[in-house]
Nanobody
Framework: QVQLVESGGGLVQPGGSLRLSCAAP????????IGWFRQAPGKEREGVSCISSSDGSTYYADSVKGRFTISRDNAKNTVYLQMNSLKPEDTAVYYC??????????????????????WGQGTQVTVSS
């Protein structure tokens, strides 16, 4: 069973930054595309960003493009989401996820029901003054 563990969430003021981490004890993330998703209260889950396994290509939702950066450190078996210029509308529970069916990043992000096999437990991000 694959366990994904997110960390790094918290309370931050508008304009601030946070870095989320996604680790997978006992499971090598190197070979898999990893996606970040978020869900705010009363809203549908939204695909935020994804990083490929092969060439490190990255994908972003329009709502976070230019503010968020996804990266991976294979030596630490961890994927990061650096979030800058945070806005109140970024408030949500953030999840990392992956699939073993070889789905490309756009499919992983925008059709997770067909591509995601494993979800983390989520980490809360609150942007408020």
């Amino acid at each position: 069973q694959v366990q994904l563990v997110e960390s790094g969430g918290g309370l931050v003021q508008p304009g601030g930054s946070l870095r989320l981490s996604c680790a997978a004890p006992g499971f090598t993330l190197d070979y898999y595309r990893i996606g970040w998703f978020r869900q705010a209260p009363g809203k549908e889950r939204e695909g935020v960003s994804c990083i490929s396994s092969s060439d490190g290509s990255t994908y972003y939702a329009d709502s976070v493009k230019g503010r968020f950066t996804i990266s991976r450190d294979n030596a630490k078996n961890t994927v990061y989401l650096q979030m800058n210029s945070l806005k109140p509308e970024d408030t949500a529970v953030y999840y990392c996820a992956t699939g073993t069916r070889g789905a490309v990043c756009p499919l992983l992000l925008f059709r997770p029901e067909t591509a995601v096999d494993y979800w983390g437990q989520g980490t809360q991000v609150t942007v408020s003054s």
